[in-house]
Structure formats: C-alpha cells, structure tokens
C-alpha cells in the first residue's frame, strides 16, 4: 500500500520530466499523469509543506506552454490541432479544480486562469482580426475600382466641350 506522502512528490516530478521534454503538447502522458496526481491530492491528509508550490508552477508553466502551442496552431492554420488543444484545454481546467481545496494540512493551490478561456479569447481574437482584415482587403479592392471607374468616366468628359454640357447662359 503506497502512501500519498510518496506518491505526490513522484508524480509531481514525473509531470514536471514530462512537460520539460515536450515539443508539442502531447497530452497523452501528460494528462493521466495530472489526473492521478490530482486525485492523491484531495485525498491528502498530510502537511505537504513545499510541494504546493511546485504543483502551482507545473500548472502554470503546462498553461503557458498549452497557450504558446495554440498561439502558434493559430499562426500556422491548423485547425485540427486547435481543436485537439481545446479540448486539452477543458480536461485540464476540470483537472485544475481539485487542486484548489485546501484544509488545515494541505495548503491551497493558487490555479491558473481557465486555459478554455484564454483559448477561446484567443481564437475570438484572431476570427476578428481576419474578419477586419478581410474587411478592409474588400474595402481597398472596391475602392480601386471604383478610382478606375472615375478615372475612365473623366477620359470620356474631357474630350467633350465644356459649351455642349454647359447650360447656365
């Protein structure tokens, strides 16, 4: 019978191994690890000292580097990993939660903000900033067309003598 005493500060180490040597947020190692470890923790019973804050840096620095990974999903167009890193995104907010309870020998973790939030916020603001670009490309293109428009309707009135369309004698 294993104890949480042993079991937390393995797990935390292991999650922390496992997002140092990431590339690209490959959440099946990642996310049983933080399930399990989440789950020691609203069981634990004992005085957790330092590992607290261990646990709040892993959180954060996995949020940091799930929203670096969108960020560049976005760059690049891929929708498909969008949809992957959101839906990593609503496992680890509701894996997040069970880290937030403290008691009087367990100190409370101080969570990110919900990365399903940050992530839609993200993509809203991206869907904007490509509607207003493609907005603004119509404008322009609407608006040389109709300078080449006026242009040719000048060439047509020039040549026209002014007596034929002047009619204030």
């Known amino acids: 019978q294993r104890h949480s005493e042993e079991v937390i500060p393995e797990l935390v180490g292991k999650a922390e ?4 040597k990431l590339v690209e947020l490959n959440t099946e190692n990642l996310v049983p690890l933080l399930l399990e470890l989440s789950q020691w923790w609203s069981s634990c019973d004992f005085k957790l000292d330092k590992l607290g804050g261990r646990v709040e840096t892993l959180l954060a ?19 498909q990993q969008l949809d992957v890193l959101l839906a990593f995104a609503e496992e680890f907010d509701a894996i ?11 100190e409370c973790v101080k ?8 992530l839609d916020r993200a993509k809203a603001e991206v ?16 608006s040389k067309g109709l300078e080449k428009a006026y242009k040719e309707a000048e060439d047509l009135v020039r040549p026209v003598p002014r007596e034929t369309y002047d ?3």
Not at 17 to 20: F, M, R, S, T, V
Not at 66 to 71: L, W
């Open 96 to 106: 997040c939660v069970r880290f937030e309870g403290g008691s009087a020998v367990k």
């Open 127 to 142: 869907t904007l900033a490509t509607l207003l670009n493609n907005t603004s490309q119509y404008v322009s293109s609407k």
């Open 167 to 169: 009619t204030h004698e």
């Open 17 to 20: 191994a496992e997002l140092d």
């Open 111 to 118: 969570v990110p903000e919900p990365l399903q939030r940050v």
């Open 61 to 79: 620095n996995i949020h940091a580097f799930a929203k670096k990974t969108f960020d560049k999903a976005i760059t690049l167009g891929e929708s």
